[in-house]
């Protein structure tokens, strides 16, 4: 008889260790689904932040489209900008540069701000006529204005994105 009362005790301890490997299983379980879904909210955050960029970038690649480039440039509207200059700092930058906000907005990520620098006219390197390395005198034909357009997202919380283009029309 004294031999099944011992057991009886032992029975009680196995089953505490075996609840308590059970409760530390599920904890780390339910700890790592919270860091997956951290990761995936991330992730989606990071995707709608890149789509509205895209979007702005499309929409500026439409307000450059015009047959005057200085009108845009040279109008004082804002986020437009006439040729860089070399020996200064690159405009997106420098904190005091007016970046454009006028463009695309989405709903749970905000809007989007832009730069468009005229970059002057360049020869179209499709083109076999225009392509000649060295050729002093390029015809005007060939040549097209072209823009850099450097759009990003400054969502307080968020993802953050910044792209940038050449666009040639």
């Given at each position: ?9 032992v029975a009680l ?13 599920a904890v780390s ?59 200064l700092a690159d ?79």
């Amino acid at each position: 008889m004294k031999s099944v009362k011992s057991q009886q005790g032992v029975a009680l301890v196995v089953g505490l260790l075996l609840l308590v490997a059970i409760t530390l299983l599920a904890v780390s379980s339910m700890r790592d689904s919270a860091v997956q879904e951290r990761m995936t909210s991330n992730l989606t955050e990071r995707e709608l932040s890149y789509q509205l960029v895209e979007a702005t970038m499309v929409f500026v690649q439409n307000q450059v489209n015009v047959a005057n480039p200085f009108a845009l440039c040279g109008g004082g509207t804002r986020g437009f900008y006439c040729t860089p200059d070399p020996a200064l700092a690159d405009r997106w930058t420098v904190a005091a540069t007016e970046w454009g906000n006028n463009g695309p907005v989405h709903p749970q990520v905000g809007g989007a701000e832009f730069i468009a620098e005229y970059m002057g006219q360049w020869a179209n390197p499709a083109d076999p006529d225009c392509a000649n390395p060295g050729q002093g005198a390029v015809s005007s034909d060939c040549l097209k204005d072209s823009w850099r357009i450097t759009v990003r997202t400054t969502a307080a919380q968020g993802a953050n994105v910044m792209l940038q283009s050449v666009f040639r029309l």
